[in-house]
Structure formats: C-alpha cells, structure tokens
C-alpha cells in the first residue's frame, strides 16, 4: 500500500526520526558495515522502501540506485537477489504509478544498468534470475531495446522456457513471445 506524507507523519509523531534521516542512516549504515548479515537486512529494508513511490526522492538524493547495482556485482548471491527486487521494484513503480519518476529509468540505462541486469540471467539463484527477467520486462524501451533484446538473452530465455519450473518457463515464454515474436 502506498503511503502519504501525513500518514509517516502521524507514525513518526513530533520526536521521530523523519523518512528520509532514516533512509540516510541505513545508506550510512551500509557503507560502515564491514558485516554480510547487516548489508543483506539494510539492501532488504531499502528494497522495500522502493516499492512506494512516495520515497523516490529520498532514494534519488542518497544514491539508493547506486547501491542496487553495486550490489549485483558483489559474490555475495543473497546481496544480488536483494538488489535486483529494490531495482524491480523501482521499476514496477515506474510503470504503475500514477507519480511517474523516470529519472531510475534512465539512470539503470544510462549506467550500465542493463548490462548488470543482463548478468543476472546467468545466476544460479531462480529468483536472481526470474527477477532479472521481469526488470528486463519493465525496463524495456525504445532507448535500451538493443541492450535487452539481445541474441544472447534471447537464447537464455529460450532455456529457460523449457525448464521444469513453471515461474521460470511461463515469464520466459512470455516475454519470448511479446518481444522476440518466438513461441515454443
């Protein structure tokens, strides 16, 4: 559920700490943090924190994005899988909210974003992978379509559209067939 500036108001009350030093010390907090642990529950509350488009210009002024996709890069899978639903989810938003912000969109594409994303289909971890797939998905437009409908995750999502499990296959289909007019 989306939320509105009045109703983290009454939550914080008059001697709360405010939405976005709370997103500063957890982005502060991550950059300390020499602990796996405490990265992994920090990317996962930032990751929620994506989803409501109220926050996009707090996540926008301390660099959330950035964080994101360093951490698609990190060995760490459980990093990965994080950081690539907070980027999901900043595009799902994207797509669906009535308080359209593009600026994450041209941010993933302008840095190297897709590449980073486009690297995740190789992952190991399903859900690394089915995310990836349904970020491509949101990300797709006229200025990135040649970095995502590539003849390599073209040949990636034909595998997958054959594999045993059905989130996996039916997305892989899916896109398949809506962006590579291919059908298995």
Same mark, same amino acid.
């Given at each position: 559920m989306f939320q509105s500036?009045?109703?983290? %108001?009454?939550?914080?009350?008059?001697k709360g700490t405010s939405r976005f030093q709370y997103l500063q010390d957890l982005v502060n907090e991550f950059q300390e943090t020499q602990s796996i642990e405490d990265k992994q %529950?920090? #990317?996962? @509350?930032? &990751? +929620? =924190?994506s989803y409501d488009?109220? +926050?996009? @210009?707090w996540l926008w002024e301390l660099n959330v994005i950035d964080l994101f996709l360093d951490c698609l890069v990190e060995e760490n899978l459980m990093l990965q899988e994080l950081a690539i639903g907070g980027i999901c989810n900043l595009c799902i938003v994207f797509i669906y909210s009535f308080m359209l912000d593009p600026r994450f969109h041209s941010y993933i594409v302008e840095n190297d974003g897709i590449k980073l994303i486009n690297s995740c289909l190789t992952s190991s971890v399903l859900e690394i992978v089915i995310t990836a797939i349904m970020t491509l998905l949101l990300l797709l437009s006229d200025d990135c379509r040649s970095d995502i409908l590539t003849r390599e995750n073209r040949n990636c999502l #034909?595998? =997958?559209?054959?594999?045993? %499990?059905?989130?996996?296959?039916?997305? &892989? +289909?899916? /896109?398949?067939k809506d962006? /590579? @007019?291919? &059908?298995i």
């Open positions: 500036h009045i109703h983290i %108001q009454k939550r914080k009350g008059s %529950q920090i #990317i996962a @509350n930032l &990751a +929620n =924190f488009p109220i +926050n996009y @210009n #034909i595998e =997958f559209s054959k594999s045993n %499990q059905s989130r996996l296959s039916t997305i &892989a +289909n899916l /896109f398949l962006h /590579f @007019n291919y &059908a």
